[in-house]
């Protein structure tokens, strides 16, 4: 084997957010299953899955939660740029790229703590669903887990953005 044919190096980053890519399917993939058989249950056997609309709950909270720091890596949010005309020069629009990713920053910081404390009330209180009896806890701190690591990632894009010489489009 010739040491010349490198393949590209994978960061450990992009191996955790392929990771995260998978994961976020998963729940995809269980809600698109499950509403089949509910479907086909009710409909031809008169006997819909039990608990489906509690567990497709669960995996669309995980769904989304566990794509927002992909998407937010990839700066794929829906965006509205109402005051880019008014901004001439490379600066002005860093700034208002900090600034904006700076309030991304402190609502998902706010968020991750929001869904911490509902953790550990759901905890204390042993909060479960009605018909499957699952327990809100652990989707609880999972969705807290999440969204700290998509604030991580925001922190990371202001330090990328700051640092970086190239022009923001």
Not at 17 to 30: D, I, T
Not at 101 to 108: E, F, I, M, R, Y
Not at 113 to 132: F, K, M
Not at 140 to 165: D, E, G, H, R, Y
Request: aromatic share 8%; net charge neutral.
């Amino acid at each position: 084997m010739n040491k010349n044919t490198a393949s590209p190096q994978v960061s450990r980053t992009d191996m955790l957010f392929r990771a995260l890519g998978w994961f976020s399917a998963m729940p995809v993939a269980l809600i698109v299953i499950l509403t089949f058989a509910d479907v086909l249950g009710r409909y031809v056997f008169s006997s819909p899955v039990r608990g489906s609309s509690e567990m497709i709950e669960f995996a669309m909270a995980l769904v989304i939660f566990a794509a927002l720091p992909l998407i937010t890596r990839e700066r794929g949010h829906v965006t509205v740029s109402l005051i880019d005309g008014l901004l001439k020069g490379e600066s002005s629009r860093k700034i208002k790229t900090v600034l904006i990713d700076g309030v991304s920053t402190v609502a998902l910081g706010l968020l991750t703590w929001r869904l911490y404390l509902q953790g550990l009330d759901d905890l204390e209180s042993d909060s479960a669903t009605i018909v499957l009896s699952l327990t809100h806890a652990p989707l609880s701190f999972a969705l807290a887990a999440f969204a700290a690591l998509t604030t991580c990632t925001v922190l990371a894009i202001i330090w990328k953005t700051l640092t970086s010489n190239r022009e923001i489009t």
